[in-house]
């Protein structure tokens, strides 16, 4: 390949920058650009990543996305085509408490990145929101629902999606919004007290203690594996029908708390009592449909329940248990869940 061949391969090569790389969405993310021949940013402080989730070819700049100085620096050095924005505490039941906490990271920081965004003409910005904006809707929960959500979190995340609607009227900023809901697999933070049932359960298994259930373990979700997710965020870019859309990602197939507890035991080979804790303040029933993503992208989730879990379950059995952690400093403590005291 001669220079004029290079120089032509290098301003073709399409530069991303994802935020929350190190996490457990975020680094799929990144692994799925990689294999598309981005030349990626990895953006993460760490706080609930691990740096080893990084692919060792995209480049890890360890940081907060609140952290203005460094954000002006990483655009203003790198000129990025398009931005992943996946960093968030996504501990919905939790945001409750850690009203701050979570505006300043979910929120705030967010509109910074946005910013910087629009000033260096960012050909699309994709953001990873939640279906907890729906609050407790309709069944299923769909794109045309009216959000109404219930928690600091949700209401973050639908503010962020306002505002991507306002940048993108005044300023041109082209956006993809993806609502997940309730993901899992492998590199999930099992030591996650406060998120992530699937990882709650198996890292309970494997300390031999019982999986804590809140209420009677009738609530419903539909968990939805990894490989039904971070692909179709990182291709979102290429497909143009995308563009300034809204789409639910995830598994079609509702679950109980309780059916699930069964599953995952199934999965791990194990038979773990089941720990009925008080009931929290949460939306009961909380399922979408994925006929608009199916339609743009053609795509239905290709991993059943129990497919998605094997394949977590030969990963944790790899990385073995985590110890949870208390997060500290909260701003209320009145109502919190009696076990989130411990």
Not at 128 to 147: C, D, H, K, W
């Amino acid at each position: 390949m001669d220079l004029a061949e290079i120089l032509i391969s290098v301003k073709t090569r399409s530069t991303s920058l994802v935020t929350g790389a190190a996490g457990f969405i975020g680094s799929h993310v990144v692994d799925e650009l990689v294999s598309r021949d981005h030349a990626v940013v990895a953006l993460d402080d760490l706080s609930g990543g691990f740096a080893d989730n990084v692919n060792p070819k995209a480049r890890f700049v360890q940081g907060s996305i609140l952290d203005q100085a460094l954000i002006a620096r990483l655009f203003a050095e790198t000129r990025f085509d398009y931005v992943f924005h996946l960093a968030a505490y996504a501990a919905e039941g939790l945001s409750h408490f850690i009203r701050r906490f979570n505006y300043e990271n979910n929120l705030l920081g967010s509109v910074d990145l946005i910013n910087a965004a629009v000033n260096h003409e960012v050909k699309c910005f994709v953001f990873t929101s939640s279906i907890a904006v729906y609050g407790r809707n309709q069944l299923p929960m769909t794109e045309e629902t009216a959000p109404l959500p219930e928690d600091p979190y949700g209401i973050a995340k639908f503010a962020v999606e306002q505002d991507l609607r306002a940048a993108h009227e005044l300023f041109g900023l082209n956006s993809v919004v993806f609502r997940p809901h309730n993901v899992y697999g492998e590199r999930q933070n099992i030591g996650d007290r406060y998120r992530n049932v699937v990882g709650i359960f198996m890292n309970n298994i494997l300390q031999g203690k019982p999986l804590p259930v809140f209420g009677d373990g009738e609530q419903s979700r539909a968990f939805s594996y990894i490989g039904d997710v971070a692909p179709l965020i990182a291709r979102s870019v290429e497909v143009p029908g995308a563009r300034n859309q809204t789409f639910n990602v995830g598994a079609d197939q509702p679950y109980t708390v309780n059916q699930l507890a069964r599953a995952v035991c199934a999965a791990m080979g194990a038979d773990a009592a089941l720990q009925h804790l008080p009931a929290r303040n949460e939306v009961k029933h909380a399922y979408a449909s994925h006929d608009k993503v199916a339609g743009i992208f053609q795509y239905r989730p290709q991993f059943s329940l129990e497919a998605g879990l094997a394949r977590m379950v030969a990963w944790v059995k790899k990385t073995g248990a985590r110890q949870s952690r208390k997060f500290g400093a909260l701003d209320i403590s009145k109502n919190l869940p009696p076990s989130w005291r411990e």
